[in-house]
């Protein structure tokens, strides 16, 4: 018999199904953390609404977003845009909670010392995790560029990470929807959120490129990208 499975005279324990839980659908998941956590169950909610009231400026950024994936061009298009750039960080403000919803959800980032937090400690845990990373990379920003190179910085360079973040948090959105039906693995954030990752760095490399040497823009993105994602990394793997 497949290991795993139980006999079937001792699957049924006082009443009660056993069963093993090995392949459990990730939408399980889900469903746990809405049943058990008021505190998920209110952001959720938030997000939806966020989600429904700045709908149109969403649509309205979507090809943009789409469009800087693909093409270095529509990157600048969409910086020199004031209408789109708008939209662009309302957009980013209203990814934020819907993107830390989902991780928090899925267990995406899940060190060892959250292993036994409970929902809601997760779900604020990640948050922390995820604003402490933003603030961490806007002081580099600062550190690194000082008042001359930021002079002849394009705002390209410091926006572009707003606009794959967008991108990002709209794949884990679609990413939950699918993984929800079909019942995939978890994994499938990870490898998507991997590729866009490494995307957005050769945008940002492109753009550096445009005012500095290959060894700047190397420093540049080690400063500013490397550094702080590997932290973040090694915190998952190691803590």
């Not at 060190?111 to 990379?137: C, K, M």
């Not at 002079?151 to 699918?178: D, K, M, N, Q």
């Not at 753009?207 to 420093?219: G, V, Y």
Request: with cysteine.
């Amino acid at each position: 018999m497949a290991s795993g499975i139980p006999p079937v005279d001792s699957a049924f324990v006082s009443g009660s199904l056993v069963l093993s839980h090995e392949g459990r659908a990730a939408a399980d998941v889900a469903s746990e953390i809405w049943q058990a956590s008021t505190l998920a169950t209110a952001i959720g909610a938030v997000c939806i609404i966020l989600s429904i009231c700045f709908l149109k400026k969403i649509v309205n950024i979507l090809p943009s977003i789409l469009a800087c994936f693909v093409r270095k061009k529509e990157i600048y298009n969409l910086e020199n845009s004031r209408k789109l750039a708008l939209d662009r960080d309302v957009t980013v403000l209203v990814s934020v909670p819907t993107f830390c919803f989902i991780v928090s959800c899925y267990r995406l980032y899940s060190p060892s010392f959250l292993e036994n937090a409970s929902i809601s400690e997760n779900l604020l845990a990640t948050t922390g995790i995820f604003l402490a990373y933003v603030l961490i990379r806007f002081i580099a920003v600062k550190i690194v560029f000082g008042r001359k190179d930021k002079e002849r910085l394009p705002s390209t360079a410091i926006h572009c990470p707003y606009t794959f973040f967008i991108l990002t948090a709209w794949f884990v959105v679609i990413c939950a929807g699918i993984v929800a039906v079909f019942g995939l693995s978890s994994q499938i954030f990870l490898w998507g959120i991997g590729l866009i990752y490494i995307v957005f760095i050769l945008r940002e490399m492109q753009i550096l490129l445009s005012f500095c040497s290959l060894f700047s823009t190397f420093l540049y993105l080690c400063a500013l990208e490397f550094l702080p994602t590997g932290a973040l990394i090694a915190s998952a793997i190691m803590l």
